[in-house]
C-alpha cells in the first residue's frame, strides 16, 4: 500500500478529491481535480429540519414490505442506500439521503439521478463524494451536501487508536473502550458495520422527540435479499460479522437517546433492535404487504 498502514484509509478519497470541513461558522468545500464542486454545509444545520419532531431512518430490510409508508409523509425522513427504491412505487419526498459506502454509487447512481429529488440534502462520506465526481460532478453541484466520516479514519489524518480514541470527550465509549457514540457527528462518527448507526449518530445530535426505524432489520433478516433484491440478485451484507458490535453500539445509543428524552421506536416486526430494548411500535403496519418490490437491480453493498 502506497500510504502505509496508518494512511490506508487515504485511498478512499484519492485520486483527485479535496475537503475543506465544514465549521459551524463556514461552510467547508468540495474540490475535485482542483476545481470547485460543491459546497458542504455542517451536519448542524439539519437541527432546524428535525429538532422536536419524529424522524425515521428508513433502511432496505425485506420487512419494509410490511409497513404502511403512507406514515412517512409525515415524519422527517433519513432514508439509508437502497431504501431510495421506495420512491419507485411511493410518493414521499426523502428529507435526507445519507450514504457511507461508495460501492453503492458505483452500483446503483443511475438510478439515484432518476429517484432522487432535488429537495433531499445528501449526507456523503468522503469516499461517496469521491465516487459521485468520477461520475457526475455537475448532479453534486447541484444538491444540498453535507459530510460525515468515521472517527477511526478522518480525512488526511493517520488511523486513530483506541487511546486517541478515549481521549474525546464527546465520543461515549462502552465498559471495554471497544464500541462508542459520537455525541458530535460533526468531529466523526464512530462506525460498527452498518450506515444506520452512523444516521443513529447523526439524528440522536439533531435532537428529535422520537427517532423510529423502519427496515433496519439487521442480524435478523441479513441472509434475506433487501426488499429491491431477489434471491438470485443480491448484494453480499456484513451484518452477521459485525453483529456484536453493531448491537452493542445501538445499545449505548438507546442509553443516551434516554438521557436526551428521545423516545425511540422500531417499526420492524423482525428486527435485532428487538434484542437492545427498541420497542415495536405498530405506526406503519399495514394488512396487505405494500407493492414496492419494484425492479430487480444490479448488487451493491447495504
Known sequence: MIYGLQRSHWYQWNPGLGLKRPTEMKPGELRYRNERIAEIQPLSNLEALASGKNLSIIGS??????????????????????????????????????VEDERFIWSHFKQIQTLLPIETACVFTPAVMRAICEISPKWIANRRLFMFESVKKPYLKTRLTEDDLSQMDWLMMNDTNKIGFSLNPSHGVF?????????????????????????IDLIVNSERP?????????????????RENILEGFKIGKKIATQKDIKLENYSRRSSLNEKGFTYSGRFECR???????????VAAN
Not at 422527540?209 to 423502519?214: E, H, L, Q, R, V
Not at 396487505?288 to 444490479?298: A, C, D, L, N, T
Request: charged fraction near 15%; aromatic fraction near 10%; charge should be positive.
Open 191 to 215: 462506525p460498527v458495520g452498518t450506515v444506520a448507526y452512523s444516521a443513529f449518530q447523526i439524528g440522536v445530535s439533531l435532537n428529535p422527540s422520537t427517532i423510529g426505524f423502519a427496515g
Open 61 to 98: 430490510g425485506p420487512s419494509i414490505v410490511e409497513m404502511d409508508l403512507n406514515a412517512l409523509l409525515n415524519d422527517v425522513t433519513f432514508i439509508l442506500n437502497g431504501a431510495i427504491f421506495i420512491r419507485e412505487n411511493h410518493p414521499f419526498v426523502p428529507s435526507v439521503f445519507c
Open 226 to 242: 433487501r426488499f429491491y433484491e431477489t434471491a438470485k440478485r443480491s448484494a453480499w451484507s456484513g451484518l452477521n460479522r459485525s
Open 288 to 298: 396487505q404487504p405494500q407493492k414496492i418490490e419494484g425492479k430487480v437491480h444490479s
